[in-house]
């Protein structure tokens, strides 16, 4: 079982929006920033959000992220097929200090 | 380029060791700190180890710790994860991933995102 949590699945239409949500506790979410990675299997994880909202180069503006108390949300508008992949948060846990993820969120493109 | 390239896994029966390697190309290795993430089968993503960027720190998951040894040769741009007494819910997919992030000023490092992952190595354990 994960320490943060997210819903397993989460799907919308081409072109729309969908938020994933990551919840954790003040140990983690609550006092350390959040990252987000994409995932397609057999592949590199990617980072797409750090620092709870900010992008790296190249990554582009429809994906957005915010943290709030001890969740987080990514959101990605605009969505395209090239979008389906697995989506996971992560962040630093101060007690006992070590690395943490959500158990991942599958994205389906309708 | 900028890449990590991990190695060393393979077949390994219950009880047996095995050392990873990952190998980082194109960045100051040094300057970076340096996790061990795996992905068992059908699971998701585990976050495994931590090593600051001088090898001064170091953090493991409960459920390796004692097993496994995380290292690094700042001079060979190499980090290392030493498996023993493995099991076979240790089966998976290893990455190595640079604890870091870069933006419009440079590249930092960081405790809280890993802006660099390897392709992964395999691991399989069974007698």
């Known amino acids: 079982q994960s320490v943060l949590t997210q819903p397993p699945s989460v799907s919308a239409a081409s072109g729309q929006k969908v938020a994933v949500s990551c919840s954790g506790s003040t140990s983690n979410i609550g006092r350390n920033s959040v990252s987000w990675y994409q995932h397609f299997p057999g592949t590199a994880a990617k980072l797409i959000i750090f620092d709870d909202d900010k992008r790296p180069p190249g990554i582009p503006d429809r994906f957005s992220g915010s943290r709030s108390g001890t969740s987080a949300t990514l959101e990605i508008t605009g969505l395209q097929t090239g979008d389906e992949a697995t989506y996971y948060c992560?962040?630093?846990?101060?007690?006992?200090?070590?690395?943490?993820f959500g158990g991942g969120t599958s994205l389906t493109v309708l | 380029q900028v890449q990590l390239v991990e190695s060393g896994g393979g077949l390994v029966k219950p009880g047996g060791s095995l050392r990873l390697s990952c190998s980082a190309y194109g960045f100051t290795f040094s300057e970076f700190a340096m996790n061990w993430v795996r992905q068992s089968p059908g699971k998701g993503l585990e976050w495994i180890a931590y090593?600051?960027?001088?090898?001064?720190?170091?953090y493991s998951a409960d459920s390796v710790r004692g097993r496994f040894t995380i290292s690094r040769d700042n001079a060979r741009r190499s980090l290392f994860l030493r498996m023993s007494s493995l099991r076979v819910e240790d089966a998976a997919f290893y990455f190595c991933a640079r604890g870091g992030f870069c933006n419009g000023t440079g590249c930092y490092t960081t405790r809280s995102a890993m802006d660099l992952w390897g392709h992964g190595t395999k691991v399989s354990v069974s007698s």
């Open positions: 090593m600051s960027s001088s090898g001064r720190d170091i």
């Open positions: 992560g962040t630093w846990d101060s007690s006992p200090s070590s690395g943490v």
